[in-house]
Structures are given as C-alpha cells and as structure tokens.
C-alpha cells in the first residue's frame, strides 16, 4: 500500500518520548508515529471519544490506569497469537510411533526452530 504523510504537532514530552523509544525500537519517529496512528484509526469511535473524555475530565492516575488495561490485553492477544502459531507449527510436525526411538538431536533442533 502506497505511503502518505502526514502531519502532527506534540508537546515536547510526547515528542521526547517518542524520539526515546524510536532509538531504543532502533526505529524512526516517524514509523512510531504511523503505529500509534494506526492503533487509534482501528480503535471504534466510542473508545476513541471515551479516550479524549478521560484526557480531558480525569487524572492522570485515570490515563495510567487505563495504560495499564491495553498493556494487559496487548500482552494477552501476543500471547493467544503466538500460541495459535506454535499449535499450528505443531500440527506439521511428524511424531514418532511410540515404540521409534526419538533422536535428541532432532528433537532439539526442532525445539531451536519452533523458538525462532
């Protein structure tokens, strides 16, 4: 899909914060720019209208709080993404018959490969 910029203004915070996790991504501004762009673009209009409510009417506490749900489930969804790949990565595999002998080489060299 074909590119376009666009522009944004921040505070300096934001604009620190992002350049620190850029460099610490070893990403650009820009690319951590995009993601939070297209995180909020997919996000339905009540939770981003429910979102600017908070920033608005509560506290910080409010804002970490909820920083604190998305991580929650962030970390959740990686964790049901990766293991729907590893049981998938699985199904693949030949299994022995009970009475083959295992080659712990192989056996390990699979193991290496299903961690990559």
Known sequence: MPARTISAYADEETARV?????????????????????FYARLPSEARAA?????KLGKEADLDTLTRAITRKTLDAEWEVAHRRFIGDMTNVPVPAVDEPVNEDDLLAEAVRLTQ
């Open 18 to 38: 992002v350049e620190q996790i850029a460099e610490l991504e070893d990403r650009s501004p820009a690319q951590i720019a995009a993601a939070a762009l297209r």
């Open 51 to 55: 979102f600017r409510r908070i920033e």
